[in-house]
């Protein structure tokens, strides 16, 4: 996905807007993933409060504004978003076995195209973007997908970067899982 009308909570961006001179592991990597983390579960445990006790830092994390009040309609969403996803790790054994976040990895806007290309008919009918697709974000029934502009709301943030939507997909498993007629991999 290469703009916020290509529907998607997970990335299939043109390729190299995060160039791979970033994809060599770093530890530095961790931290910031650890720090969500931990927000996270905190969030979790206080309901969604902790989205808006620090509302201007969520705003920055999914929004990259930290103008909340342009955003914080939308914070219950995250929430929601947060308690589908543990609740499915928990309970969804292939859920969890394709889940995977690259906690040493430098963030992504898009695939890594050493693993990955795009089929040749959806590139013959679509190009290299989405193309309004949205096969993915309904196949985790994801709570993000903005109706007014058809796209995701958080595409492009720390957060949407820095685990799952930006690298995705990762490989094949991924792939058959999430139903995407557009990757192919073979690993
Ligand atoms: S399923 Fe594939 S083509 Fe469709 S939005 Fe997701 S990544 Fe894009």
Same mark, same amino acid.
């Given at each position: 996905? +290469? $703009?916020? $009308?290509?529907? *998607? #909570?997970?990335? *299939?961006? #043109?390729?190299? !807007?995060?160039?791979?001179?970033h994809e060599e592991s770093s530890? *530095?990597?961790? /931290?910031?993933?650890?720090? /969500?983390?931990?927000?996270?579960?905190? $969030?979790?445990?206080?309901? =969604?409060?902790? +989205?808006?006790?620090?509302?201007?830092?969520?705003?920055?994390?999914?929004?990259? &504004?930290?103008?909340?009040? @342009?955003?914080?309609?939308?914070?219950?969403?995250?929430?929601?978003? +947060?308690?589908?996803?543990?609740?499915?790790?928990?309970?969804? +054994?292939?859920? *969890? !076995?394709?889940?995977?976040?690259?906690?040493?990895?430098?963030?992504?806007?898009?695939?890594? @195209?050493?693993?990955?290309?795009?089929?040749?008919?959806?590139?013959?009918?679509? =190009?290299?973007?989405?193309?309004?697709?949205?096969?993915?974000?309904?196949?985790? &029934?994801?709570?993000?997908? &903005?109706?007014?502009?058809? =796209?995701?709301?958080?595409? =492009?943030?720390?957060?949407?970067?820095?685990?799952?939507?930006?690298?995705?997909?990762? $490989?094949?498993?991924?792939?058959?899982?999430?139903?995407?007629?557009?990757?192919? #991999?073979?690993?």
């Amino acid at each position: 996905m +290469s $703009n916020r $009308n290509d529907v *998607s #909570s997970f990335s *299939s961006g #043109s390729p190299g !807007q995060l160039s791979e001179r970033h994809e060599e592991s770093s530890i *530095s990597h961790l /931290f910031p993933r650890l720090g /969500f983390i931990s927000l996270y579960v905190l $969030n979790l445990l206080t309901l =969604g409060l902790l +989205s808006y006790l620090l509302a201007p830092f969520t705003s920055l994390l999914f929004f990259d &504004d930290p103008r909340f009040w @342009r955003h914080w309609h939308k914070f219950h969403k995250l929430t929601l978003r +947060s308690m589908h996803h543990t609740l499915a790790l928990l309970r969804q +054994s292939e859920y *969890s !076995q394709v889940f995977h976040v690259p906690w040493l990895k430098a963030p992504r806007m898009s695939p890594d @195209r050493t693993r990955l290309r795009v089929r040749p008919e959806w590139l013959r009918l679509h =190009g290299e973007h989405c193309d309004g697709c949205t096969t993915c974000c309904e196949r985790i &029934d994801c709570t993000l997908i &903005d109706p007014d502009v058809k =796209g995701c709301m958080v595409y =492009g943030s720390f957060f949407w970067k820095y685990f799952t939507c930006g690298p995705f997909p990762e $490989n094949r498993r991924q792939i058959d899982y999430y139903g995407c007629e557009k990757w192919q #991999s073979d690993v």
